[in-house]
Each structure stands twice: as C-alpha cells, then as structure tokens.
Nanobody
Framework: QVQLMESGGGSVQAGGSLRLTCSAS???????LAWFRQAPGKEREGVAYIESGGDTPSYADSVKGRFTISEDKGRKLLYLQMNSLKPDDTAMYYCAVAGGSCYSRYNYWGQGTQVTVSS
C-alpha cells in the first residue's frame, strides 16, 4: 500500500519561493515519484518527475529552471523546491506515485496542498 501526504503549500508573492514536501510510504522496488498541479478550470499538469534511486529528473517546460524535485529515500520524503514563483503557478499541488517507470499509470495520489502566488 502507498500512502502520500503533502505539506508546505501557502501564499507567496511573485518571485518568492516555497518548498513542498510529500511523505511517501511505498513498498515497490521501482517507482516514479512525481508532482502534479491543477489550477481552477484547467487540466491536471505533470510538473516534475523522478525515478526513485536518483535517476535524472524531468520537468514541464513551464517550470524548468525554477523548480527542483528531489527525494530523501531514507526518510521517505519527496520535495519540490519552487523558486521565482509566478501567478501562473497558482494551483493545487499533488504528489503521486507510479509503480514502475515515469511512463506508468499514477495510481496513488496525495490529498493536495494549495499554492497561491500573488502579483
């Protein structure tokens, strides 16, 4: 069973930073850990991905160079460091786990944490 719980969301002004944390308990030998977001009226968007074990992360073009995904495997924590935030980054952010590669289906989701960026 996989359990995910996000924290660290909040309200910041444009240009500010936030770090999201996801407590990720899982028992698969190979997983992809990811952050998604969904803004009101918009489709859910994959933001950042990393295969557990330190594979090269990948990012959506909209956040590349500003966001960093990382994992503390020993503590079972997934992070999303968000810098140079823009109002367009305002969304509910979710961590998710896929058993297998980052192209696999994401079957496990956290409850989400809200990020609001004001101009």
């Amino acid at each position: 069973q996989v359990q995910l719980m996000e924290s660290g969301g909040g309200s910041v002004q444009a240009g500010g930073s936030l770090r999201l944390t996801c407590s990720a308990s899982y028992h698969y030998s190979r997983v992809c850990l990811a952050w998604f977001r969904q803004a009101p009226g918009k489709e859910r968007e994959g933001v950042a991905y990393i295969e557990s074990g330190g594979d090269t992360p990948s990012y959506a073009d909209s956040v590349k160079g500003r966001f960093t995904i990382s994992e503390d495997k020993g503590r079972k924590l997934l992070y999303l460091q968000m810098n140079s935030l823009k109002p367009d980054d305002t969304a509910m952010y979710y961590c998710a786990v896929a058993g297998g590669s980052c192209y696999s289906r994401y079957n496990y989701w956290g409850q989400g944490t809200q990020v609001t960026v004001s101009s």
